[in-house]
């Protein structure tokens, strides 16, 4: 396998291996010696290249501090790498021993109440305290001077879903570590107070020492700019513990690839260090989680999204754990993949992005807290209808690799996405509204149910490729991106700014100007005059605040009341209706600038609510309210039609999904059913079917769960 230096963090990155990671995290700890081998035979057979394994075996690799002892995962790799399956490495930092626990208690993470985490379950210590980061660096090198030599481990994997269980802390080492942090951020006390504001509420420090962790409510709200720094402060240790880990492993190896495996993304600056220190990033895929979660639109959807949100930090990614069957832990559990569907969800991931694919895990544990978390192999050691699944995918996929490796996924549509400080910005003064993501969501549930190839992208990314760009209501929008974006509508782009825009700058200050603030404002040819709330239907001003207090002691009366829904506000986009969500503006428009909507009811009638303003080749269109279903859909045929976007098949049947992987020479339509009934397709365009090498156009049929991916005749 060959490792290439990696590019620049970008959403059209493609993987810098040369491999198609297929495989499986395996845990030869749980398992009986005396089934090693026939693992090991049963994996080549089935296709696998590749292993994961370590990441929670900590005490097993060091029992004693200071005493090593590889043996058992030395054998493990030899039995594997004797089928000829590579073996990834995991920093084991998830799960430190008791002994450490218990020599160094200082290390555990104390939440919000003051209670220490107790050893017994996982990532219960703090990664921003020092002494811990020191057993981190410690265990790194001794596993990475062990490991060196040896190539049938060719990767790392850094810890396991860092911050995915918790990503707080409010130990005192954690406030230490946030003082200093601040201190070398701000170098005075007296920057620090302008930029939280101190003469708020007496917030003021006379030293450093003084700060302490934000807690909410206790008793009433911290300031945006204490909460935003706290984030930050995460994030920056998050990414320093990682570093600290990666150092290490580059110098011992610089053939190593390393990535992290990313879960529910709390407290990671992707774009910032942490991504950049890698040689890419992994993306955890269990869609089957959020079914029980009104809302989601279905699994399919879901994967589909936070596949797309994965891509926008840093473009190919790999799934080291990719859902095989029913998942559990006490608390919950998780529907089963029907026949075929375990297939169609690894194809999907591969379909947006995914150059490596493991399925989570090779066989099931018979203890611990995963008990029914099941593998490619069942409990009884008898390989079934998922191992069957897993080895016809791994099989497909080594025979197309080559025509996968080095494409990208088509995005004609970019909603603004992948940046820390904006997501941050919005959680600490969210006021009810939907965050930028949930927002975005209903756009990106509109395309993907249409075929329409829509992601997420960083401003500072290449939006050269791109027919439209949606930023959902960044507060925190920086002027550094102006050029940028100005240059996309010049050269023919569709930019679409929403409410809010704009309003903060980077201290969570709001702006002096009239917002969206000059820069904006020249764009957009816009400059709003005012904003109100819209109550959402059954909503009560005050539910966020009880639902905070929860996290402290107070625990809300169920349902609460809902109070004034009745006060609507209309608009009218076209010759269409809307009742707005959540907020309006009330826009004041430069003369070059079109009005495409005006509100039409209550003091507002006549003001103008949706604007565009021709600029270069391109337009930027502005959106004085928030998203809905029906709006989405509407600025997708209104405004985003006339940009270009548009399906990429006609008449789409529901349950399927497509999207394109494309490099200069070639494009590979992904077509794939995510119901359990067969469907047709009626207007595929000519091409061949890599999975069956057939040809194809027109009407195609598709089996429940089938797929097929298309190499389009150029
Ligand atoms: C992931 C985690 C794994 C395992 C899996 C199933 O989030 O990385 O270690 O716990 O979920 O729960």
């Known amino acids: 396998m060959h490792r290439k230096t990696p590019a620049p963090l970008s ?26 081998r026939r693992d090991a035979e049963r994996m080549a057979t089935a296709g696998v290249n590749t292993v994961r394994m370590g990441e929670f075996a900590w005490h097993i690799f060091e029992p004693h501090e200071g005493k090593f002892c590889f043996d058992l995962f030395d054998r493990a790799i030899d039995v594997l790498g004797e089928a000829g399956i590579g073996t990834i490495m995991c920093t084991p930092t998830a799960t430190p021993p008791r002994w450490l626990t218990a020599n160094y208690p200082e290390v555990l993470r104390v939440d919000v109440n003051g209670r220490s985490a107790g050893h017994g379950s996982r990532q219960h ?3 921003t305290s020092p002494v811990f980061r020191a057993h981190s660096r410690r265990i790194t090198r001794a596993m990475a001077s062990h490991y060196k030599d040896n190539p049938r481990v060719i990767g790392w994997q850094t810890d396991n879903e860092l911050n995915t269980t918790v990503s707080e802390s409010f130990a005192p080492s954690t406030r230490l570590e946030f003082q200093k942090y601040l201190q070398k951020t701000y170098g005075t006390i007296d920057a620090l107070n302008f930029a939280w504001g101190g003469n708020f509420w007496a917030t003021a420090y006379d ?14 709200y911290p300031s945006p700019g204490h909460v935003q720094d706290y984030h930050r402060f995460l994030a920056a240790a998050t990414a320093a513990f990682q570093h600290d880990q990666v150092e290490v492993l580059r110098a011992t190896n610089p053939d190593w690839f390393i990535f992290h495996n990313l879960g529910q993304l709390a407290d990671i600056d992707f774009r910032g260090q942490f991504g950049q220190d ?12 959020y079914d029980e979660m009104r809302r989601t639109g279905g699994h399919a959807a879901t994967q589909a999204l936070h596949l797309d949100i994965c891509r926008a930090y840093s473009g190919n990614f790999i799934v080291p754990e990719q859902a095989a069957g029913l998942g559990s832990q006490p608390g919950f559990s998780t529907m089963t993949p029907e026949p075929g569907e375990m297939r169609r969800m690894a194809m999907t991931s591969v379909a947006r992005g995914a150059d490596g694919i493991m399925f989570f895990r090779w066989r099931p544990a018979h203890f611990g807290a995963e008990i029914y978390w099941m593998g490619v192999i069942d409990h009884d050691d008898v390989p079934r209808r998922r191992y069957d699944e897993a080895s016809r995918f791994f099989h497909e996929i080594t025979a197309i690799k080559d025509q996968i490796l080095g494409t990208v996924v088509r995005m004609d549509l970019g909603i603004a996405g992948a940046d820390f400080d904006n997501q941050e910005a919005h959680k600490t003064y969210p006021i ?22 829509c992601g997420f992208i960083h401003p500072e990314d290449d939006l050269s490729r791109l027919k439209a760009l949606y ?12 050029d940028a974006v100005e240059t996309f509508v010049r050269n023919g782009g569709t930019l679409i700014l929403s409410a809010m825009s704009g309003t903060r700058d980077e201290n969570n200050h709001i702006i002096r100007e009239q917002a969206p603030g000059n820069a904006l404002a020249t764009l957009s040819g816009v400059r709003v ?15 966020p605040l009880f639902r905070q207090a929860a996290m402290g002691a107070y625990v809300p009366p169920s349902p609460l009341p809902s109070s004034s829904a009745e006060r ?3 608009f009218a986009l076209g010759n269409r209706q809307f009742e707005a969500a959540h907020l309006y503006e009330l826009l004041e428009v430069a003369p070059d600038t079109e009005v495409l909507g005006v509100w039409s009811n209550r003091f507002c009638a006549g003001q103008p609510a949706i604007t565009s303003r021709s600029l270069g080749q391109g337009r930027v269109v502005y959106i004085g309210t928030y998203l809905t279903p029906e709006l989405a859909e509407t600025i997708v045929d209104v405004v985003l039609a006339k940009a270009g976007v548009t399906p990429l098949l006609p008449e789409l049947p529901a349950g399927v999904e497509v999207s394109i992987r494309e490099a200069k020479d070639r494009q590979l339509m992904f077509i794939l059913n995510t119901r359990e009934s067969p469907v047709t397709i009626p207007n595929v365009p000519p091409g061949i079917d890599l999975l069956t090498s057939r040809p194809v156009a027109g009407a195609v049929e598709l089996e429940a769960y089938g797929c097929i991916v298309v190499l389009l005749s150029l």
């Open 568 to 570: 609507k506000y209309h």
């Open 207 to 220: 030293d450093f020492s003084q700060i302490e962790l934000p807690r909410p409510l206790m008793p009433s």
């Open 529 to 543: 005059t005012e904003f109100g709330r819209v109550v959402p239907e059954g909503g009560n001003g005050l539910f």
């Open 125 to 127: 210590a703090d990664t």
């Open 432 to 453: 009810g509204l939907p965050s930028p993501l949930e927002d975005a969501t209903l756009l990106h549930r509109h395309c993907y149910r249409n075929g329409i190839a």
């Open 11 to 36: 959403v059209w990155r493609p993987l810098n291996l040369d491999r198609f990671l297929l495989g499986a995290p395996h845990y030869p700890e749980h398992v009986d010696e005396s089934w090693w």
């Open 471 to 482: 930023v959902p209501h960044w507060v925190m929008w920086k002027d550094q991106w102006n």
């Open 278 to 289: 890698l040689d890419f990033i992994a993306f955890d895929i269990y869609p089957m989680l």
